[in-house]
């Protein structure tokens, strides 16, 4: 940011700049910072001119940020989170912290854990928002760029500045309507092969683990379809006689809707379940409280 002519910068600017892009609303930043919307407004027109950008700019009913504001926005976020974990005590009061937290995953996670990270947050940190992102079919780095604060799940990236840390091992289990006819009898590779089968993909991929471990066995699946969510796959399966896929973060959806689950019966390889976060959330009080919790959900205390 621009600085004045007499070497100084409003270090508030950051914190406004950081709050407007993340809720992209004047509206939204006044009522997180505590302001009306017309000292909100200034504050925009403050930070538009220290930064030499529009910043936001209005799209039908909506407002965008800029490229220039996309391009910073990770710097952004990084300083400002810096200066908090600088100035915090290392007795913060998680009650008095107003935070907004973005969890990225699969659709399942978000299923499976919102409730009782929703309840703790209730109970321990209720200044702390969830946001909840699925998983985007195009790979892009955003915990780097502040787009997302925690990753969930199976961790796929390589990302050097990205910390990642082992949970615990899920596996793959084999889900269909009741009553479907893979279920009268063992469900060997066989009969598992020879059932017309759904996937579900962020990437609509139709292929996958399934095939490599059933090719191995000289077998081969025919796959009829694909959707994007493991939600969506099972109101398909309620309904038709599809053969599908979900890791046990599903389950809970699966018997929700009356759908069977049975082993499948091939080795396939198991999911590593673990977390994901940038450095620069490391020495954040509110941050380790949100690593902390999901960590006891995922793996229970002396589970």
């Not at 809970?252 to 080795?267: D, K, S």
């Amino acid at each position: 940011m621009r600085v004045t002519q007499s070497g100084k910068v409003d270090l508030n600017l950051l914190v406004a700049l950081d709050v407007l892009l993340e809720e992209r609303s004047v509206q939204g930043a006044a009522r997180r910072l505590h302001l009306s919307e017309p000292a909100m407004s200034r504050t925009l027109g403050r930070v538009r001119r220290a930064l030499g950008d529009p910043v936001l700019v209005r799209a039908g009913r909506a407002m965008v940020p800029t490229p220039r504001a996309l391009a910073v926005r990770a710097e952004v976020s990084a300083v400002v989170e810096r200066a908090r974990a600088l100035f915090a005590p290392a007795d913060t009061d998680l009650r008095t912290v107003e935070r907004t937290f973005t969890v990225l995953g699969q659709d399942a996670m978000a299923a499976a854990l919102g409730a009782g990270l929703f309840a703790r947050a209730a109970a321990e940190a209720p200044g702390v928002r969830l946001r909840f992102l699925a998983e985007s079919p195009v790979d892009a780095p955003l915990l780097r760029e502040g787009t997302a604060d925690l990753e969930v799940g199976v961790i796929d990236t390589v990302a050097p500045e990205v910390h990642r840390e082992h949970l615990c091992e899920d596996r793959m289990i084999g889900v269909v309507r009741r009553g479907h006819p893979l279920l009268e009898g063992e469900p060997t590779p066989e009969r598992f092969a020879a059932a017309e089968h759904l996937t579900a993909s962020r990437r609509g991929r139709l292929h996958g683990p399934v095939d490599r471990a059933l090719a191995e066995l000289g077998l081969a699946r025919r796959v009829v379809g694909s959707v994007g969510t493991f939600p969506a796959s099972l109101f398909v399966l309620r309904d038709t006689d599809l053969v599908g896929l979900i890791s046990s973060w599903g389950l809970p959806l699966a018997t929700a809707l009356g759908l069977a689950t049975f082993e499948v019966p091939l080795g396939l390889p198991p999911l590593r379940l673990g977390l994901a976060w940038h450095p620069r959330h490391d020495a954040d009080p509110a941050h380790a409280w949100l690593r902390r919790t999901v960590r006891e959900l995922v793996v229970p205390p002396g589970a």
